[in-house]
């Protein structure tokens, strides 16, 4: 094992500005939840995102449960979902005892086919059920195709959810992502582009859902002054406290976005002509806040696979992963639909089978990410002289 320190795949990165939100939620004493930071921190979202208003909760898994709740979603009911994402984008769909329906991914984005989720719409009109929402996820920061999501959306009059949780920060046509959609969701999880070390907000430019989100965050409480309740509600907001980290996090939160950037502009030269290597697309008129850079490996030219590359960092301490595996082959989500870009291949197992993600936290220095590149280097180097390159 390697003497050096280790590498995350993304770790938090303070600003030295969230101890003064905090130290002044101490002077106040709001340690209470909810409170002046709350509010703040809330009207900073709505006002980055270009959207009408937003609710700070305790996660993203909350507020996409939230949005689920909003629209209606009950037991039986369908709900559609990208494949490739982290489970947290579907869990709550089986919170209400509604029944997921994945979509592949398409090659251009790695997120949600239009092809597929046209297939699965148009067979759901057949059967006369169609889905209460479609859970529209950005992977690694980089936006879906939401023109073409959207205009199907609308035909079939389904509204859409964008789980924005890996891509606060980034634009599709001059639109924040998480803006787009009935609501989107953002996550401030540890290893998200920015954090509150654990949280998240629900946006929307529908006031009265988001009033009606406030109400279901704090147990449903009706107007009496002696505690009564006629719907069953959550303890999902975010604390006072962790709102001031949040506060402290969005003054960098565009320097942030630059780094991360940066970070995968470095790792693209420095692989310019491993042929091997495709990085992550950039969809033209869109941008990436390039949450972790991912590529994929052409496992045969390159001597390498994923496991063998993951491998060799791991030895070097240097934390990186494969891509999400696709929900529709987790066991906990067995037996679920799932609809297919083509025919023929499953996109979203071609991307799990050969995708990687690399060390891309914004406080990672030069010299660590040169540490990553020439783990790869040498891998790659020590494979190529195996199959006699
Ligand atoms: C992190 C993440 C979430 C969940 O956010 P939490 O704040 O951890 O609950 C949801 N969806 C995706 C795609 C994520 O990466």
């Not at 939230?66 to 709550?92: H, I, K, Q, Y």
């Not at 992502?177 to 969701?185: D, E, K, N, Q, Y």
């Not at 402290?248 to 002509?273: K, P, S, T, W």
């Not at 891309?360 to 990410?369: E, I, L």
Request: hydrophobic share 40%; proline share 4%.
């Amino acid at each position: 094992m390697s003497t050096q320190d280790r590498i995350y795949l993304s770790a938090p990165h303070m600003s030295g500005k969230e101890l003064e939100y905090i130290q002044e939620a101490f002077s106040s004493n709001w340690i209470a939840p909810l409170g002046p930071n709350v509010d703040a921190f809330e009207s900073e979202i709505a006002a980055y995102a270009g959207v009408k208003g937003a609710v700070a909760l305790s996660s993203g898994t909350a507020a996409i449960h939230l949005a689920l709740r909003l629209l209606g979603v009950e037991r039986g009911d369908r709900v559609f979902c990208s494949t490739l994402t982290f489970v947290a984008s579907a869990n709550p769909i089986l919170y209400e005892g509604a029944e997921p329906v994945f979509i592949d991914s398409e090659p251009d984005t790695w997120n949600m086919s239009p092809e597929a989720l046209g297939m699965a719409l148009a067979d759901a009109k057949r059967e006369g059920k169609l889905p209460k929402a479609v859970i529209v996820v950005h992977l690694y920061g980089q936006s879906a195709k939401m023109a073409e999501i959207g205009s199907l959306c609308d035909r079939y009059g389904v509204p859409i959810i964008e789980d924005a949780a890996e891509s606060l920060g980034s634009a599709y046509k001059g639109q924040a992502s998480g803006s787009i959609g009935r609501f989107g969701v953002y996550s401030f999880n540890g290893n998200k582009i920015i954090t509150t070390s654990g949280g998240g907000m629900l946006v929307s430019n529908d006031e009265a859902a988001l009033r009606q989100a406030r109400f279901l965050a704090t147990q449903a409480r009706d107007p009496a002054p002696h505690y009564q309740h006629s719907a069953m509600g959550y303890n999902y907001r975010m604390s006072n406290l962790l709102a001031g980290v949040g506060l402290g996090q969005m003054q960098v939160l565009n320097e942030r976005v630059h780094a991360r950037r940066a970070i995968f502009e470095r790792y693209r030269e420095a692989f310019a002509d491993v042929q091997e290597f495709q990085f992550m697309p950039e969809l033209g008129n869109t941008r990436s806040n390039r949450w972790l850079t991912a590529l994929t490996i052409e496992e045969q030219g390159a001597g390498t696979g994923v496991t063998a590359l993951l491998d060799a960092l791991a030895a070097e301490n240097i934390e990186a992963r494969p891509v999400w595996k696709p929900l529709h082959l987790q066991p906990l989500f067995k037996g679920a639909r799932y609809y297919t870009d083509q025919a023929e291949e499953s996109i979203s197992e071609r991307l799990f089978r050969t995708g990687v993600c690399l060390p891309s936290g914004s406080s990672m220095t030069a010299a660590d990410q040169q540490r990553v590149i020439d783990c790869i280097k040498h891998t790659l180097q020590l494979s190529a002289a195996k199959i006699g390159r």
